[in-house]
């Protein structure tokens, strides 16, 4: 068993996301997860890190003391003891937590290193709940350096890089995936499911943000990687089944441009049609939206697994709306 620490504020996505990259995935506590085993870790947006769970007691430091004292401990090495107070929630001292942790392990033996430990215990105090775990995984947090405005090609109101690799993620990007994004704008989805393993095709009605996206996937993937098309989305030009993800991000509202002679300027139609074409394709997808979809996705032929929404601001909440086909996820 596995502990999660999540990123953000939004558990229910991280969760999701989670799920991507591990198995058996639950919510343990604000901020926390638990899994039974463990795979992408690295590469996920809202998990930070994983520990093998040690044991699982109240939000207290004496109960963790005797929660560690009674632990079967099968590690040799040096030992170092960091302790969080997850969003705040719990109260709790960390650095006596820290102190008081670190003279147990010395009582069983162990040499303390804060700079270098061969081993790092984790004590995780969230709500009224406290997760000690071996930490054995990171996720590599470097979303910085692709923020929107620092890509060759930019347009207000792309997706930062830390929603678009966790919406990547649940579309299935991993090494040997092929990800598609048929609303590509500037090629956000497409570079985090590129960093995530994924061979991906984009496509775009307009031929600026096919060139846009082309330049954004040198910057950060190299010349060669990935395919962008011009083209419409409601024709997609792929034979059936020969995608694994479909993940796009339908225009908003009345700042929605239509580019698609298919749809005669309509959003509705425009999605809808997109929806039928994805599910044609793919046997995953996640649609990331201004309003609801989930009556055309139902009536594409998917199943809606989830429904998530992130508020961006005040006149703006996103609703991510994960879909499978039953028949088909899987294969």
Not at 114 to 131: K, V, Y
């Amino acid at each position: 068993m596995y502990v999660l620490e999540l990123a953000g504020e939004d558990d229910a996505l991280a969760a999701c996301e989670a799920a991507s990259g591990c198995s058996g995935v639950a919510r343990l506590a604000p901020g926390l997860a638990s899994a039974t085993n463990i795979d992408r870790i690295e590469s996920l947006a809202f998990t930070r890190r994983a520990s093998v769970l040690l044991g699982h007691t109240d939000a207290a430091v004496e109960a963790a003391r005797t929660r560690l004292t009674e632990a079967a401990i099968d590690r040799r090495g040096t030992v170092a003891v960091r302790a969080r107070d997850v969003r705040g929630t719990a109260g709790v001292d960390t650095q006596r937590a820290e102190r008081e942790l670190g003279a147990v392990l010395t009582r069983r033996g162990f040499d303390v290193d804060l700079d270098d430990p061969d081993h790092e215990l984790r004590a995780l105090f969230s709500d009224d709940s406290c997760a000690l775990g071996w930490l054995v995984a990171r996720s590599v947090r470097d979303f910085g350096d692709r923020m929107p405005s620092k890509r060759p090609f930019f347009q207000p109101g792309s997706m930062g890089p830390l929603l678009a690799r966790a919406l990547a993620n649940i579309a299935g990007a991993r090494p040997g995936a092929r990800v598609l994004d048929p609303m590509c704008g500037t090629g956000g989805l497409l570079i985090e499911s590129g960093l995530a393993g994924a061979d991906v095709i984009g496509l775009d009605a307009q031929p600026k943000m096919t060139q846009g996206t082309r330049d954004n996937l040198t910057e950060y993937l190299g010349p060669d990687a990935g395919t962008v098309l011009t083209g419409t989305a409601t024709r997609l030009p792929f034979e059936a089944d020969t995608i694994d993800g479909v993940v796009f991000d339908a225009p908003y509202g009345r700042q929605s441009k239509i580019v698609d002679e298919h749809s005669d300027g309509s959003l509705s139609r425009l999605v809808s049609a997109t929806l039928e074409e994805a599910n044609r394709v793919a046997p995953r997808a996640v649609l990331v939206a201004d309003r609801p979809w989930e009556e055309a996705a139902t009536s594409a032929g998917w199943t809606v697994e989830t429904t998530l929404t992130r508020r961006v601001h005040a006149s703006l909440t996103r609703r991510i709306l994960v879909l499978t086909t039953n028949d088909r996820s899987g294969e």
